[in-house]
């Protein structure tokens, strides 16, 4: 309970003890970290409505520009998005500051092509400037690749910046096509 309401999750949290991390994760880790034991106090798990207390928006701050989002604003676009049942938000909480310290999205399109299949879309993959170099970026990506094959993707996509192409390189990503984009 939060605020004296429940906290509902994104999505159910079986979904990720449900992946084949240990066999099907491409990447390794050192030390040996996965989603669910991603470090001393730290814990992986779907967004909650309770995240908004837990620093979420400011987290998602440190990546790009978030303007004014109130609880209300908050609560609505997160119940959407769960009712549409194609969105997967992620995060990672430090139990000992209640705060969540690093978070990535996953977007399953639904697609005509491929037989009507489904492409997983990963996007705002964000840490907490104080938490890294604990590899936690790649463990949610590595999470989020892995939930979008467990979901029935066809395949799985991201965009990037020339910058950290090698890190996502790393997963098996290849650059493919051009991005162009029309802010409004």
Same mark, same amino acid.
Do not use: W
């Given at each position: 309970?939060e ?5 509902t999750k994104?999505f ?6 449900e992946?084949d ?8 880790f050192?030390?040996v @970290? ?5 470090g =001393?106090s730290?814990?992986m798990?779907? #967004?909650s ?6 620093? $979420?928006?400011q987290l998602?701050g440190?990546l790009?520009?978030m ?9 609505e ?9 194609y ?16 978070s ?6 639904q697609?005509i092509?491929r037989?009507?299949s489904?492409?997983?879309? @990963?996007?705002?993959?964000?840490v907490? =400037?104080?938490?890294?170099g604990?590899? #936690?970026?790649k ?5 989020? $690749?892995l939930?979008?094959e467990?979901l029935?993707a066809?395949k799985t996509?991201?965009?990037t910046?020339e910058k950290t192409?090698?890190?996502y390189?790393?997963?098996g ?6 991005s162009?984009?029309l802010?409004?």
């Amino acid at each position: 309970m939060e605020n004296g309401l429940t906290d509902t999750k994104m999505f159910d949290s079986k979904l990720l003890q449900e992946l084949d991390f240990e066999n099907k994760c491409k990447v390794t880790f050192d030390p040996v @970290i996965s989603p669910s034991n991603p470090g =001393e106090s730290l814990v992986m798990r779907p #967004l909650s409505l309770g995240d908004y207390d837990r620093g $979420i928006i400011q987290l998602l701050g440190q990546l790009t520009e978030m303007g004014d989002i109130s609880r209300e604003k908050f609560t609505e676009r997160f119940n959407n998005m769960k009712k549409d049942g194609y969105y997967y938000v992620i995060v990672i909480e430090d139990t000992q500051t209640n705060q969540v310290i690093a978070s990535a999205t996953v977007i399953m399109e639904q697609k005509i092509i491929r037989q009507c299949s489904l492409k997983g879309r @990963i996007e705002e993959v964000v840490v907490n =400037e104080s938490y890294r170099g604990k590899q #936690l970026g790649k463990l949610l990506v590595s999470t989020l $690749i892995l939930l979008s094959e467990h979901l029935g993707a066809y395949k799985t996509v991201l965009e990037t910046n020339e910058k950290t192409i090698p890190f996502y390189k790393k997963f098996g990503f290849e650059p493919k096509e051009h991005s162009l984009q029309l802010y409004h």
